[in-house]
Structures are given as C-alpha cells and as structure tokens.
C-alpha cells in the first residue's frame, strides 16, 4: 500500500478560508461565536412557521430565542429569531432560512442600526410588609405591577434584553415564583437626520 | 356519508347508484360552466402539465383518482409499480435521464411512507419530482383515522416545499406549483398531500398558465464583474482544474463546459454525479474525484492552484478531511443555490447562477492558456497509478465492466445500485455523454438502480441507449419486485448483478479498518437462484462465471430485446475498490492497491 501524509502548517489558502468562515487559524484557538439577531416575513400559517423551527433542528443550528406575531401585511407574519453561530454558521442560516418558499424577507439586523424589545413577566412571593420594598427596586426599572395577592407581586417589565437580564438579575434576592420571557422582537431603525 | 351505508344496507343496488353516481358527475360537469371533481381536476392538471408518465399505486385515500383515471383515459401513462419505494426511484431515474420533472401517485398511510426513501433520495440529489398522496377527509385529519400518516410532517425536510390543499378551488394552481418549485432553481422533490375529500368535491377547472410565488426566486445570469474576476484568475493561475458536478448536468451545462476546456486546455476531474459532463476519453479528463476517485484526480486536486467547481457541492466523500483538502487552490464556485457556496468550503470568487448561463458569459472572456507542464505532471501521476485491473483466469468485476463499455462504445445509460458495484461502474464504464450515468449519489439508497433503469427505460419511450442495470446481490434484493413491471412493459433492461456472495462494500470496509470481522455481512447461504428468480418475473436469466464467458453472455443478453435480462456474474468476493480516501483521512492518506493486486 502506498501512502502520503499532509504537512503541518497553513498554506495562504487554507488561512483565508479559516478567516472567511470566521473560524480561528491557532490550532488550539477559539472561533468566534457571535449571537445574530435575524428578523423574517413569512407567509401566515402553522406550515411556515413549522419549516422555519424545523430548520433549525434539521441544520444543526442554534436557536436562542423565537418570537412571532403579525406584521403590517395581513398575510404574513414577522419573526424574529436570535442566534449563535461563526461567520460561515450565520451565512448559512441565512442562506438556508431563505431558500424556504416561505420565507419572503430574511434580514441580519445585528449589525444595522435597529431597535430590540422583549418583555418579560416576573411572580415573586412576597408579603404585605415587603411590597414597599420590592416596589421601589422595580420603579428603576420602569417595571409594572400586574398583578398582586396577599402573598405575591408579579411584574411585567419591558425593554432591551440586557435590561430584562438586568431586572429578572436583580429579583433573584427575593423569592422567584415564575418567570415568562417573550423572546425578543426586532426591527430596523428608519433614520431621520442621516448626515 | 349516506351514499355509504345505503350501499351497505342494499347491495344489490351497487351498479345503479354507481350509474347514477356517473350520470350526475357527467350532468355536473356540463352545468356550472363545466365543474369537475376534484379527481378529475387532478387528472385534467397532469395533462395540461404535460406530464407523461405516473408512477403510482391505488388505496382507499386516491381510489377516486384512479376510477376517474378509468373513465378518461387521461393522455398520461400510469405505470402500476410493485412497491411504493420502486416508483419513487422509477420517476428518479426518468428525471435524470429525462431532465423532465418526475411523478408519483400514491395512497395515503403505508403507501405514502413507502415513498419516504425516494423522497430523501431526490432530495439530496436535487433531482425533481411531484409526488401526490392520499390524505384522509380534511375533518378526519389529526384523528388517527384509518390509514392516516402526517406526510407533510415526515417528510419537511426531505422537500423542498411541500402543500396540503384545504380547498379544491386551489387545487390546480397547487399542482402548476409544485411542477414549478420542483423543476426549476435547485431542483427537488415536492409533495402534494391531497385529502381524500377533496378529490370528491367539485370545482370550476382552470389550469393556470403562469406562476407566481412571493416567497420563491432563483438566480439564472452570474454577476458579471464576478465573472470577468473568474476569467482574471483562470488567466493567472498556472494549474487550473475544472471540478464538475451534478449540476452541470441538471442546467444542461455539459457542451458549453467542454468547449471551454478545450479551448483554455484545462483538465476537468468530475464528481460522481458529474460523470458524462465531460467525454473521459478525452486526454484533459482525469475522471472522478473524491473517496474511490483516481489516483491522478486526487493527485491533481491536491497541487492544482485554482480549482474551478460547477455545480458541484463539495460533499464530503469528494473532500475527505476538510482541512487538507486542495490546500493550494483558489476557488471559483458557480452553483445556482446559494446556500451550497461556501458552505463547506469558503469560495474566492462565488459566483450564483445557472451554470449553463454563467459558462455562456464566461466563454468570450477566456483565452487559451499553455498548460503543457501541468498536464505532463498529471499524465506522470496518471501513468504511477493506472486505474487497471489483475488478469489472471478469475472473475473480476471491472472486466465486466469494461466489456460492457467495449459493447456499447460507451453509448449505454448505466444506472448503478450502492457499494462496489457503484464504485467499478462509476470507475470503469469510461462515460462520454451527460445523462449517461445515474445513481444514489447523496443518499447511497440500495436497491435503487433496477426500478430507476425501468424509469429511464419508460422515459425513452422504445428507442434511445440500450439501459444497463448494475448491481450487488445484496441491493438487487431491494426493490427485485419491479422486474416484473419491467418485463410486464416488455422493457429490453440489461439488468448485470455483480454476485459477490458478501454486502461487498461493508465487507471490504470489515477487512481495511475493522479486523477483517465479517459481521453479518456473509450472503453466500441465503442468496436465492438469481437466474430462475429472474425467470419467474417472467425476464431471461444468464449465469457467468468465468472471465472467457463474460462476452457470450453479454452478447447473449443484447439478442433479448422484448424483455429484461438478469446477467448474473459470480465474481470473487475478494476485490476492493482502489484508489480509498478512508472515510474522514485526508486525500493524501489515499490507499491504492497494492503492486501485485494489479499485475
Ligand atoms: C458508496 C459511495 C461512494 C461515493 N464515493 C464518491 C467519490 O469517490 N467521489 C464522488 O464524487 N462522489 C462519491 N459519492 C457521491 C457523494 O456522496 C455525492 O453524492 C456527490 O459527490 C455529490 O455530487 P455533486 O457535488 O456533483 O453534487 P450533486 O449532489 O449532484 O448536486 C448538484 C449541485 O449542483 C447545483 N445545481 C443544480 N442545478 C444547478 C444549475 N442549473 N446551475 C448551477 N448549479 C446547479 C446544486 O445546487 C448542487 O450544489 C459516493 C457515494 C456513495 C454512496
Ligand atoms: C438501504 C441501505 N441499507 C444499507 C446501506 C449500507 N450499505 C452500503 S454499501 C452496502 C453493501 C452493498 O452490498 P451489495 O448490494 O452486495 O453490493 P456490493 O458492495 O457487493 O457491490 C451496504 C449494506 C445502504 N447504503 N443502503
């Protein structure tokens, strides 16, 4: 039998291909993973929103967050994904996502200039003697209260993520009984003043 | 409903209710501006399609299609196959020899899963196909009735699109659709899940003329600065290597593709599905690449400088170990999809487009290049590793082979099965014309060569290249049922089983990496007479077992030309499939036979 073995060391090729699909060119280094927010119409429908879970779980890639609701155009329906990947892993979850006849609009707006909400609800348990207490933390936050008993508050806070992070953060000191978060929507600033 | 238990109640009125049943289709379908049913919409749709052929099974959930099919004696013919899966590779191999979109028709539960196989199969060798199933009635939907499967959930991703139609009035825009989204682009198989009430129910029928989809475009011209940056790089590049895949063939690319080589005198190696892109017996061809590709192609992969892909998708039995692969080379890719570029290997110049029309306005932006020292290096790699084969008074496969070449000149549509004998037909048949060769290339389905041969067979309609069937005893097994359809349509297959006693390529891999532990993978004791196997279908058998008979019986098999012949070959178990990239080494780990397997 004969054999031939590769040598060590990356030859231009090979590093700009590593470089290309964001993947680290140390053999012991780390790629560099980024969390991409994606916005997509679909067509309205449980197929579409089906196919567009589905490829998540049929490619192999990461799905942090989904959150789906009509858009101006009846027919459709925006969502707004949140995900995780290396240059190559993001190219082809945005190339995959938009080969869906489905799929009308497929936008990455990380990097744009665009706004980001999620809204969160939040149950403590918590006496009438701590209400005072518990509220006055919340009223940083601009968070509401929605709903109250003898022995418990639940709040609804709205915001980007880092603020909902920075809020559910601050009530882990009480005793937290729930929390729903809604996953982020997403939408891309329209600039007035542009110079 | 009530028309049911009326029959239940009162048998005897069978044949009048039936009549009747008739009588108010026919009155309905003059009133109302000519009303049809579902079923025949559904037939009047496939006309107006276009479409030739059905592959199809009946049941419960379509047995309206198929009594309409009776009545109207649709211009389409419907071939009964013998297994669901056997139609599914049927209309596979009509499409590839074809370049026509594929159908089948099939019953819901049982009959629709069968198709499960096919469908990944199409999928991911983006071959196009409609297949139709039966549904249970709308308002049975999600309660377990009787034959019920969800097709549209088993099968979402294994599609490329999929529809369940909820209302008849949609009915033939969806059918136009699916006919649209499976044949252009990146070809695929779609399926139609149709309830069962809705091929009862009645509609005005329009097939419509065009299409649109929102959600659905695809590129057809490449960008043409990217363009003139390919024709920059092919100009500097010293070692240029065209890597031609199955799309060439699918746009139709093959003429423009050879032009262009020969013009600029750049070797062209092909993947398995790009064989007959590019005539292999013309001295720029290097022949496959890839696993089992030869020893100069991967040879010439790994120093080429600029590796030009066409339609192929780097898949990773071409590629080995991702890293090591072409270490040298720039890539231009040119695919039509764009999540194939640059999805396994990040390209230089991406250029997205139909192939056929990218080459177009790639041709007048190239000049002839010197290659003379390249080539001399790759006819020294080509003469240190031959694909050839030993000669000493035993049964081998490749010399089957080749005398199957030898007969035909090469003008033959081959269709392999999996394992060895894909390997050696893919090694040895040398293939000059495009939609020549067909196999499982993405999928490696057994059992697919003998209905897919009866699909191309079907496709050319009596005349056309002689249609050879190549196969393992293990595979041939599969779908061995449609030789009865084929001898039933009196279909002239030259169906060859390479009889190796052993699921060869498992065999082979037990003996390289496994400890030659031959788990399971023994079929000496249980393989049936191939040859009076082949009699019962109603087909002539042959048997051979020595080399100097390997003529007689080919020549013995051409005289048959009103039904298939099985050749069976029995061949020593012991041959390999050389050169071997193993699965997961680097193309530099390439194993090839050793001095005295050759000579
Ligand atoms: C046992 C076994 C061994 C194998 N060994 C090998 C081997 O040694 N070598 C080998 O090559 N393969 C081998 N294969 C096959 C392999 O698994 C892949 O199926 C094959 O390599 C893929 O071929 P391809 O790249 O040509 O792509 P295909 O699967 O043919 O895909 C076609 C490509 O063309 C694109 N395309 C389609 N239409 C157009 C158009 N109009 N314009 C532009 N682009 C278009 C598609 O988007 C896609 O990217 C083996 C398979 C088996 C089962
Ligand atoms: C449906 C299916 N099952 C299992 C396999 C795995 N497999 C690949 S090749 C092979 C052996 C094929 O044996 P045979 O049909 O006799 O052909 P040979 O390799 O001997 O030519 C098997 C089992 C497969 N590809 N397809």
Redesign the pocket.
Known sequence: MQTQTAGMGLTPQQVFRKQAAGESIHPDGQDVLQRHVLTVLVENGLGALNRVANLFSQRGFHLESVSVGEAKDQSLRRMTLVTTGNDRMIGQVLRQLNNLVDTIEVEDVTHLDHIERELCLVQVRCSASERHVLIGVVDIFRATVVNITPDSLTFEVTGPPAKVNAFIGMMRDYDVLEVARSGRVAMRRELAFEH | MTTTSTLVERPTDLRKTQKSSEAAYQKDARIGGGLMTGAEIFIRSLEAEGVEIVFGYPGGAVIGIYDTMHRLNPTFKHVLVRHEQGGTHAAEGYAKSTGKVGTVLVTSGPGATNCV?GIADAYMDSIPLVVFTGQVPTKLIGNDAFQECDMIGVTRSITKHSFLVRDVRDLASTIKKAYYIAGTGRPGPVVVDLPKDMLMASAPFHYPTSVSIRGYSFVQKGNAQQIKLAAEMIQESKKPLFYVGGGTIISGAAEVLTRIARYTNIPVTTTLHGLGSFPENDPLSVGMLGMHGTWFANKAVQNTDLLIAVGARFDDRVTGKIEAWAPHAKIIHMDIDPACISKNVPANCPILGDVKLVLEQLEPLVEPKDTTDWMVQIEKWRTECPMDFKRDGKLRPQEIIRALRDKTGGHATVVT??????MWGAQFFTYIHPRTHITSGGL????FSLPAAMGVAFGQKGGGLPVISI??????L?NIQELGVAAAHKLPLKVVI?N?S???????WQELFHGERYSH?D?STTNPDFVRLAEAFGCVGLRCERPEDIQATIDAAWEVHDRPVVMEFKVIMEEKVFPMVPSGATTDEMITASEEDIN
Request: net charge negative; aromatic share 4%.
């Open positions: 196989t099965d999996v394992g060895q004998n894909q490696g389905t057994m059992g196969n393992g005893d293990g595979g041939v599969m390479l190796n052993y699921l060869g390529m498992v065999r082979q993978t079929l």
